[in-house]
T-cell receptor
Framework: KAGVTQTPRYLIKTRGQQVTLSCSPI?????VSWYQQTPGQGLQFLFE???????NKGNFPGRFSGRQFSNSRSEMNVSTLELGDSALYLC?????????????FGPGTRLTVL | EDQVTQSPEALRLQEGESSSLNCSYT??????LFWYRQDPGKGPEFLFT???AGEEKEKERLKATLTKKESFLHITAPKPEDSATYLC?????????????FGTGTLLAVQP
């Protein structure tokens, strides 16, 4: 069974630009969550989607947004990039809505903002 | 505030030298505790879910245990391939969510 895939794997942008990251969950998984990982802050929750609905959003500015499609694939967008947005962006998928079920992470997209 | 704290931040072991990593949490009404392993430049890899105090789970040289306030990841006779960052995470208190609150991890280095 294929795991969570994320594209692109690496991205270099300049300040002020915008970027869109893509995540394809494990087949059959309806839940997708996004996290930002930096050396200083660790893994920080961005938002989660279940059946195309955003259920929770982390403490990030409105420049960070996302969506989920009917096939459960998800995208996140960051507008007006800042240097501090440089990070590893991780997507995780989960089969069900039950809090006890484990999430499976993709390899991440490494975003560098110059 | 829901919080997860891991210690030590870094641990260096000789091959075969057993040790334990700690994860303490302040979430009330715990709804599961998750352990992940992360290799450099990769996404976290799921290891264990613990549901209730007293529960234990094992996988190869790893054994995870859970009390009402903390979890331990015991590493028995580690090998160099066990070198990685080990993360623990918990769901926040209440509500329907798949959000996880992560600790900052323990960086484990096992030397041959």
């Amino acid at each position: 069974k294929a795991g969570v895939t994320q594209t692109p794997r690496y991205l270099i942008k300049t300040r002020g630009q915008q970027v869109t990251l893509s995540c394809s969950p494990i087949s059959g998984h309806r839940s997708v969550s996004w996290y930002q990982q930096t050396p200083g802050q660790g893994l920080q929750f961005l938002f989660e989607y279940f059946s195309e609905t955003q259920r929770n959003k982390g403490n990030f500015p409105g420049r960070f947004s996302g969506r989920q499609f009917s096939n459960s694939r998800s995208e996140m967008n960051v507008s007006t990039l800042e240097l501090g947005d440089s990070a590893l962006y991780l997507c995780a998928s989960k089969y069900s809505d039950r809090v006890y079920n484990e999430q499976f992470f993709g390899p991440g997209t490494r975003l560098t903002v110059l | 505030e829901d919080q997860v704290t891991q210690s030590p931040e870094a641990l260096r072991l000789q091959e075969g030298e057993s040790s334990s990593l700690n994860c303490s949490y302040t979430v009330s009404g715990l709804r599961g505790l998750f352990w992940y392993r992360q290799d450099p430049g990769k996404g976290p890899e799921f290891l264990f879910t613990l549901y209730s105090a007293g529960e234990e789970k094992e996988k190869e040289r790893l054994k995870a245990t859970l009390t009402k306030k903390e979890s331990f990841l015991h590493i028995t006779a580690p090998k160099p391939e066990d070198s990685a960052t080990y993360l623990c995470a918990v769901p926040p208190r209440g509500g329907a969510t798949n959000k996880l609150i992560f600790g900052t991890g323990t960086l484990l280095a096992v030397q041959p």
